[in-house]
């Protein structure tokens, strides 16, 4: 999404307009305002006003154009400090701020002299780190004591406290406004970063979940259908019929698979428990290895909620494929209960070879992320060469799997 699109869609695109007119536009106006009234009276000389309207034009075009370097779109789109301005533009603008303070204080404008200086206080500050920031203005304004004190004690004016107060005041009311501004675009900025962010973060996650769910799903039949072709093979020779028998069980495999790869793709599959737990025994089975199951519901079926099935469903297939893949068992455990407000389920088997969470797939892990953001608790141990996987959700809090990727992108 481009910068613009980005900022009409969070409405930035007036609150940037709205700063600009607030911080360069007011400045460039105020600057005007002060020293074209001293420009153009007929008591000041024209040696003096005619330097002082170069500097004015000059410390105006100049300050605008790096106030407004926050407010550029790349400035905003980065979420940086904009890089400080080349060396010579700075010496231009101080050497105009010099001529514009320097021929005021010589006629004891203390009210004028501090007003160039303290926009350029504050168009340096800009580019700063908020600790220098800090220190900048802090000299500026004890700084800004100084000039109009010296003179007025020289000339015996009797304006010693207005000639170093004022400009002191002036330097941090001048800072205050420009800073102050350009600090509610910058968090703006980085609020509409933050909910661009969100979104990408949205999308890339739910591409996580889509790559978790298609992995159980090939992984599963993948290792099924690699195991009846095996036994296939072994059977062709002395057994043909219960070869073919096999072969045509990985045939239906392979049509369940595209089907099922075909419903993920479109959003829609879920996976159903009892039939996940049905199909964990007959491939545990068909894989030689004694399974028993034990279902003992303590509350009718409807009470369960649908996301709570989904996510005990994809614990009961990754405990399977991962009882085919990382074990030689021989027997294996389906217990599924409820207790109370909680549905337990729990899958064991012996023979394990090796710790299934630190496989080459998402595994474990990611399924355990998924039931703690459902309020519930994905554990697994290993006693020996016994591995156990237990996992508990509440009955009706678990929420369904979050929306497509294309709902997300929308």
């Known amino acids: 999404m481009r910068d613009g699109e980005s900022e009409r869609g969070a409405g930035l695109t007036g609150f940037r307009r709205l700063t600009w007119w607030t911080v360069p536009g ?30 004015l034009v000059v410390d105006a075009v100049v300050g605008a154009a790096l106030l407004g370097r926050p407010l550029s779109p790349s400035a905003a789109a980065d979420g940086v400090h904009p890089p400080r301005p080349p060396r010579h533009v700075l010496v231009v603008l101080v050497a105009a701020t010099v001529v514009l303070a320097a021929l005021p204080l010589a006629r004891r ?27 900048l203005l802090a000299g500026a304004v004890l700084l800004a004591m100084l000039p109009g004190a010296a003179v007025s004690l020289a000339a015996g004016d009797g304006e010693f406290a207005y000639a170093a107060l004022f400009p002191a005041g002036l330097v941090a009311f001048t800072a205050w406004t420009v800073l102050g501004p350009l600090w509610a675009w910058n968090i703006a900025g980085r609020l509409d970063r933050a909910r661009r962010l969100e979104a990408e973060l949205a999308v890339r996650d739910e591409r996580l979940r889509f790559a978790a769910d298609l992995h159980d799903i090939q992984g599963h039949h993948l290792q099924v259908i690699a195991l009846k072709s095996e036994l296939a093979a072994r059977l062709v020779e002395r057994d043909p019929a219960r070869a073919a028998a096999e072969m045509r069980e990985v ?10 790869t075909r419903a993920v ?3 829609y599959r879920r996976t159903t428990l009892d039939d996940e737990i049905a199909n964990a025994g007959k491939v545990l089975a068909a894989a030689g290895i004694d399974t028993r199951t034990s279902l003992e519901p303590a509350a009718p079926a409807g009470d369960m909620a649908d996301g709570t099935r989904h996510l005990l469903g994809l614990v009961v297939r990754e ?10 068992a021989r027997y294996a455990e389906i217990d599924h209960r409820i207790t109370g407000d909680r549905a337990r389920l729990r899958v064991a088997n ?26 519930g608790e994905l554990t697994w141990h290993r006693d020996g060469d016994r591995f156990e996987v237990t996992a508990t959700l509440p009955l009706g809090r678990a929420d369904a799997p979050p929306e497509t990727l294309k709902e997300v992108a929308r």
């Open 251 to 260: 045939q239906q495999l392979s049509a369940d698979a595209l089907r099922d």
């Open 319 to 328: 405990a399977t494929t991962n009882v085919l893949r990382h074990s030689r």
């Open 109 to 135: 404008a203390y009210e004028l002299w501090a007003v160039a200086p303290a926009v350029t206080t504050a168009v340096c500050a800009t580019f700063l780190r908020p600790s220098h920031r800090r220190a």
């Open 350 to 375: 012996d023979g394990a070879d090796e710790y299934p969470g630190a496989g080459d797939g998402t595994g474990l892990t990611s399924l355990a992320e998924r039931l703690r953001a459902a309020g």
């Open 26 to 55: 007011t400045t460039v106006c105020l600057l005007v305002l002060f020293y074209g009234e001293w420009v153009l009276d007929p008591d000041v000389p024209a040696l003096a006003r005619v330097p002082v309207a170069l500097a």
């Open 265 to 267: 793709v479109r959003g």
